[in-house]
């Protein structure tokens, strides 16, 4: 048994780096397409293009098992979707910056007089002496 692992070995360690550049692909993929979704207006329509291209493009690789080919496409698709990527963190810095409404980020606070008191506890048996 160890020795037909040894033998195969090599073949395995190819098909696991296969299986993960094709995982890796279809989770950009999802996530590429979810952006999409979520940030419409994100997107100008020249670049959409190009992204849906590189989508389907990688979609098309992924149905072989040609890994130099994957991680190509996988590439391409990280390129043309990274304008996209760069406009929705600029936005989300922009408005993490702008203060909320009513001008300062206030504390609340308690307007109410606050007193230290002493306490002492008495038990139920304390009680019917």
Same mark, same amino acid.
């Given at each position: ?25 279809? =989770? ?73 409404? =009513? =001008? ?26």
């Amino acid at each position: 048994m160890e020795d037909d692992a040894e033998l195969h070995a090599e073949e395995d360690k190819k098909l696991r780096e296969l299986v993960d550049v094709k995982n890796l692909s279809e =989770g950009m993929i999802h996530s590429i397409k979810k952006t999409m979704t979520d940030h419409p207006d994100k997107v100008e329509k020249d670049e959409k293009e190009k992204i849906e291209k590189a989508i389907s493009d990688l979609e098309e690789s992924l149905k072989s098992d040609n890994k130099d080919d994957i991680e190509a496409k996988n590439k391409i698709l990280a390129e043309a979707s990274q304008k996209l990527g760069e406009k929705i963190h600029a936005d989300q810095q922009a408005s993490e910056a702008q203060p909320k409404k =009513g =001008g300062k980020n206030k504390e609340k606070t308690v307007d109410a007089e606050v007193v230290d008191a002493e306490f002492e506890e008495v038990k139920k048996d304390d009680k019917k002496k």
